[in-house]
C-alpha cells in the first residue's frame, strides 16, 4: 500500500510503498497484549526481598522453658508469629522473565505497526535530520501537531535530531533496533523514516 511522506516543516515528500505483510495486518488485541506482558516482565528488577526466620536479627535462645507455664511452646523470638519476626514464604530476589519466541515477538511488532497505520496515527517523514536546536525542533513537532510522539529512525539515529529530541518532553527517538511493540503503543503518534520503514521491513519479513 502507498502513504504519503512529509518533511518535518510539514512539506510533502512524495510518497512510501508499505509493505501489506507488515502494516496491513488486522490487530489482535491477545497477541499485543502477550508481547507487552513480555516486555514489562524483562524489565522488572525482581530485587524484592523479605527476612525470614533465619535471617532477623534475634536471638535463638528459647524464649521461655516448654512446660509449665500454660502458655504455647515457643522456641526462637524470631518465628514469625511474632512481632518482628521474620517473615514466611515472603519474596525473594528473582527474575520475573519467561519465554516467548521470536517467531511471536515478530508477529507482535507487525500487529502494533498495523494498529498504527489503521488508527491512523502513523506518520511516515523523509528522515530525522536538524541541527541540534531543541527550540526549532519544538516548534516544528508543535505544528505537527504530535503529542506524545515516537520517532523511529533507520539504523543510526542522526546525532543533530537526537540532541534537539533530548529536552522535549513527550518526544521520544530510537534507531530501527529498537522497535518494540510497548513504546508503539503507548505512543500517541509513530513517526518513521522512510530509512525505518525500509529497516523494519527488511528485520521483519
Known amino acids: ?21 507488515i502494516f496491513g495486518l488486522e490487530p489482535r488485541a ?33 524464649i521461655y522453658r516448654q512446660k509449665g507455664t500454660g502458655g504455647a511452646r515457643h522456641g526462637s523470638k524470631g518465628a514469625p508469629i511474632f512481632r518482628h519476626g521474620g517473615t514466611y514464604k515472603g519474596p525473594t530476589p528473582r527474575s520475573h522473565d519467561h519465554e516467548l519466541t521470536k517467531k511471536f515477538r515478530k508477529l507482535g511488532l507487525k500487529h502494533a505497526l498495523s494498529a498504527k497505520l489503521k488508527a491512523g496515527e502513523l506518520v511516515v517523514i523523509e ?22 510522539a515516537l520517532v523511529i529512525d533507520g539504523a543510526a539515529v542522526n546525532e543533530g535530531f537526537a540532541q534537539a529530541a533530548r529536552n522535549i518532553a513527550n518526544l521520544d527517538v530510537l534507531p530501527s533496533m529498537g522497535a518494540n511493540v510497548y513504546d508503539i503503543l503507548r505512543s500517541d503518534t509513530l513517526v518513521l523514516t522512510k530509512a525505518a520503514v525500509e529497516a523494519l521491513e527488511a528485520r521483519l519479513k
Open 1 to 21: 500500500m502507498k502513504a504519503d511522506a512529509i518533511k518535518l516543516d510539514g512539506a510533502s515528500a512524495g510518497s512510501v510503498d508499505l509493505d501489506d505483510a
Open 30 to 62: 491477545d497477541i499485543l497484549h502477550r508481547v507487552v506482558r513480555w516486555q514489562r516482565a524483562r524489565a522488572q528488577q525482581g530485587t524484592h526481598s523479605t527476612l525470614g526466620r533465619s535471617e532477623v536479627s534475634y536471638s535463638t535462645k528459647k
Open 127 to 148: 528522515n530525522a535530520e536538524t541541527e541540534a536546536k531543541t527550540s526549532a525542533l519544538a516548534k516544528q513537532v508543535a505544528n505537527l501537531g504530535w503529542k506524545r
